[in-house]
DNA sequence: GTAGGGTTAG
């Protein structure tokens, strides 16, 4: 015999502990059906004042009291006011204890139980989906976007697809709800989840600006911001007006390329069209300018805001971060403690990234410790990446090396490739080789351990042995990324990749660059030909330098924009040592801030110097 | 009682 639903519920929910905690799990029953439903009213009541453990716990032991155990009505009510993790436990435990009466199980139990589980990211809520199946309950128009929402959260396409078969079985597969959250829930999917997500989207007749969005977010969230920004380009074409949400999404799609002047547009629409200007919407704005290279407005967007979020505040703080503003993060960072907000481990990470992209050492130990010994924050692989980065750059190889012997945590690639980096840029050339032959043990197949040996041995000069990088990396089958440079002119952004002769202007381009490269040299800058990246061929290297995309990109920006006004790129992977040097060079020669955003933080030059110092 | 969203070391 089939053990009853209730048994099988309760199974379920057997890792939810508070039941027995508390006493709970049955009533007495005998309560006269007067008075059972004025406690039945009572007892909604005071649930629907209540969200939080300790208050669900009171009523708990009131409804238990009552003998309302198994009323589905109290049941029902019960999980729906659990906003928390804790208290959707504690909900669970109740409703599906082992003396509930499942016949009184209905849909709307299970669609309040699938959606307290999907909101706090627990795989259960599944579970409870085939448990309300098993039990002969025919899901309603509600539960089909709970479920899938859960299904996002775990992101398994074959998973998603076999309850895509049961939103066709009963129909529900034309709701336009349920056609969002499918698009949603595909996207989340890796192995080409966003296929069946685009497959879903062509195939609505009506779409909503949440169906836009949900195709949007899911290009954003796999990093394919160009064709979120076509997508979005399409949905105003299409007419429908674009939402808060829609927008947040565009702007972390700018903030990924670098796309500035679409960001500035996005702020101006948000004034202009009464979208309604959310904390969130206020947070990705913060985030989209300092990412694309105006900390300044990110800054005065920061102060005007009335209500801030601990994420405001990371934004901001670890926007300065990577321009080098560190001071100015420590003093926001000590000001937001002074607000009252309480730091969390992505604020630490914000802060003392700050603080090692500006050299201040000693800042960045005390707030460390700070951050274990004052708010109890446990150090993540992130936080010790800092300290190491923050030791590396003001030149204590040593210090680093010992800290991440110490470390309770196990190094990770990260920590060994900054090592590597600061042995290489302190002249620490032996340690450096040793510790980048040691990672590439642990991982053959990861081609920047490669690059960091070839220019390693580059700077000791050691050419057999870079050849033979070379070689190693083309018998595994590795490819280096290729270099490549955005550039947003007009509102259309530009990329080169090196020696790039695919843009309309590039006979102009390439005279603009021998004209740089002529001025620059009489000017005093000398080409570092050891950095001469490995998949280019040896025989010119200086040649090879010249066309670095980089270099175009700029070239191209002194062609088509006024003089005097500043150029700012986006690098795909971190700035080469020469293209670093010469374009300190170019800064000061042509008179232009150039900001250059590389794979790890901002460079502003400005006649002659770079705000990194010279470290990066 | 339904869907889409913001910060994270190098």
Same mark, same amino acid.
């Given at each position: ?70 009323? %589905?009505? &109290? #049941?029902?009510?019960? /999980? ?11 909900? *669970? =435990?109740? !409703? ?48 089909? %976007?709970? &479920? #899938?929402?859960?299904? /996002? ?11 895509? *078969? =049961?939103? !066709? ?50 290009? &954003? ?396």
């Amino acid at each position: 015999m089939q053990p009853s639903p209730a048994i099988k519920a309760s199974k379920l929910a057997r890792r939810f502990t508070y039941l027995s905690t508390y006493g709970g799990g049955g009533g007495g029953g005998t309560t006269p059906v007067a008075n059972r439903r004025a406690a039945e009213q009572s007892c909604l009541a005071s649930l629907g004042l209540c969200d939080a453990v300790p208050k669900l716990v009171q009523a708990h032991a009131r409804i238990i009291k009552c003998g309302l155990g198994s009323n %589905p009505l &109290v #049941l029902t009510k019960f /999980a729906s006011v659990s906003s928390d993790l804790d208290a959707v436990d504690l909900a *669970c =435990s109740f !409703v599906f204890a082992p003396d509930a009466d499942a016949r009184l199980y209905d849909a709307f139990l299970f669609n309040t139980v699938v959606r307290a589980c999907a909101q706090s990211k627990r795989r259960e809520a599944l579970g409870f989906y085939r448990l309300m199946l098993r039990s002969g309950i025919s899901p309603n128009k509600f539960t089909y %976007p709970f &479920v #899938l929402k859960a299904c /996002a959260g775990i992101g398994d396409l074959r998973l998603g697809r076999a309850v895509h *078969c =049961s939103v !066709v079985k009963f129909g529900f597969d034309e709701d336009v709800h349920v056609q969002n959250t499918m698009v949603h829930m595909y996207s989340c999917c890796g192995g080409g989840g966003i296929e069946f997500a685009r497959k879903v989207f062509d195939g609505m007749t009506k779409l909503d600006s949440v169906s836009w969005s949900a195709m949007i977010g899911g290009y &954003v969230r796999l990093g394919e911001s160009g064709d979120a920004i076509a997508l979005f380009r399409k949905m105003q074409i299409a007419g429908v007006k674009p939402d808060e949400i829609t927008m947040v999404l565009v702007l972390s799609a700018c903030a990924d390329l670098g796309a500035l002047e679409l960001g500035r547009w996005v702020e101006s629409y948000v004034v202009r069209e009464n979208v309604r200007k959310t904390v969130e919407l206020c947070n990705a704005l913060i985030d989209m300018f300092a990412k694309c290279g105006d900390v300044d407005s990110a800054l005065r967007l920061f102060r005007s805001m009335s209500n801030k979020t601990i994420v405001s505040w990371t934004s901001v703080i670890g926007g300065l971060a990577v321009h080098g503003r560190g001071m100015e993060a420590v003093s926001l960072f000590d000001e937001m403690m002074a607000a009252g907000v309480v730091p969390d481990d992505v604020a630490f990470i914000g802060l003392l990234s700050a603080c090692s992209h500006s050299g201040l050492v000693e800042k960045g130990r005390d707030y460390f410790s700070l951050m274990t010994k004052r708010f109890g924050i446990k150090p993540k692989i992130e936080h010790y990446g800092c300290l190491v980065d923050l030791l590396c750059r003001a030149g204590l190889i040593q210090k680093a090396i010992e800290f991440v012997e110490k470390m309770p945590l196990e190094p990770n690639p990260v920590i060994w490739r900054t090592l590597i980096n600061a042995c290489r840029a302190h002249g620490e050339l032996k340690l450096g080789e040793d510790i980048t032959k040691r990672l590439i043990g642990k991982e053959p197949m990861h081609e920047s351990n490669y690059v960091l040996l070839s220019n390693i041995y580059a700077k000791m000069s050691h050419w057999e042995k870079k050849t033979k990088i070379r070689e190693v990396m083309d018998t595994k089958g590795m490819r280096k990324i290729p270099g490549s440079t955005l550039i947003e002119l007009e509102n259309e952004i530009y990329e080169f990749v090196a020696g790039d002769k695919s843009h309309d202007q590039y006979k102009e381009i390439y005279e603009m660059l021998d004209e740089m490269g002529r001025e620059i040299k009489k000017a005093g800058y000398l080409p570092s030909t050891s950095e001469v990246l490995l998949d280019i061929n040896e025989e010119d290297k200086e040649d090879a330098l010249n066309r670095h995309s980089e270099k175009l990109a700029i070239a191209f920006a002194l062609l088509r924009t006024p003089p005097g006004t500043s150029i700012r790129i986006v690098k795909n992977l971190r700035v080469c040592e020469d293209c670093h040097s010469a374009t300190k060079f170019i800064s000061r020669i042509y008179d232009r801030e150039i900001v250059v955003r590389d794979r790890n933080r901002f460079h502003h030059f400005k006649d002659g110097i770079c705000s990194c110092g010279d470290f990066w």
